[in-house]
């Protein structure tokens, strides 16, 4: 894997909300490693990490979600990437907050920013970490929901998932998406007062 592709919207308002969770891992990613190269394209924004001993791309698309193809087509035409060798993460309404799933491709499942980005790299075989953000009370509007804020009662549970992507993340870059598979694509255990083994290790 040599980049993370986080879907999510730009602007301080949409920061915080549902729909930003893929971004949120960027931004946790961008805290635990180091930034040794920027660069900006019309439509994506790149930043070249060293995350402990491994380096790996961030793209982050300066499109709105629906249009986030635009940006990472960009981005892995620019870096000489291809779509297999990058981990697209963004939110699922589907997951219960708290989830993770991680898949070697696959349909879009109804996600309009994945829709864009399967469109514009004309593949499914498009590795992802989807995000659950689905909390417990009800909702009739879908696009107000994922645009909106998590929770007060939400929030510790959002970091924890984030902390948990980031984790698969460097396990990713260690021993691969399927040893990354076997072990997030579970019911997250409660943390442990040491921390997780992904951030002992380091």
């Not at 592709?5 to 930003?20: I, S, V, W």
């Not at 790996?56 to 060798?85: F, H």
């Amino acid at each position: 894997m040599h980049a993370v592709a986080g879907l999510g919207n730009p602007g301080n308002e949409y920061a915080e909300t549902r729909h930003n969770a893929g971004w949120m891992l960027l931004d946790l990613l961008r805290e635990r490693g180091k930034v040794l190269e920027q660069r900006e394209k019309e439509f994506v924004e790149l930043e070249k990490l060293k995350l402990g001993p491994d380096t790996v791309w961030l793209m982050r698309s300066k499109t709105y979600m629906n249009g986030s193809g635009e940006g990472l087509e960009q981005a892995c035409r620019s870096l000489q990437i291809e779509p297999r060798d990058m981990l697209v993460a963004y939110d699922d309404i589907d997951l219960p907050l708290g989830q993770l799933r991680i898949r070697r491709g696959g349909g879009a499942g109804g996600h309009r920013g994945l829709e864009s980005v399967i469109a514009e790299l004309a593949t499914q075989q498009i590795p992802r970490l989807r995000i659950g953000v689905r909390g417990e009370t009800p909702w009739h509007d879908t696009a107000g929901y994922v645009l909106a804020s998590f929770e007060a009662d939400e929030q510790g549970l959002i970091r924890e998932s984030v902390a948990r992507s980031a984790d698969a993340v460097r396990m990713m870059l260690r021993r691969g998406i399927g040893t990354a598979m076997n072990t997030y694509n579970t019911k997250p255990e409660p943390p442990s007062p040491q921390g997780s083994d992904e951030e002992q290790s380091e």
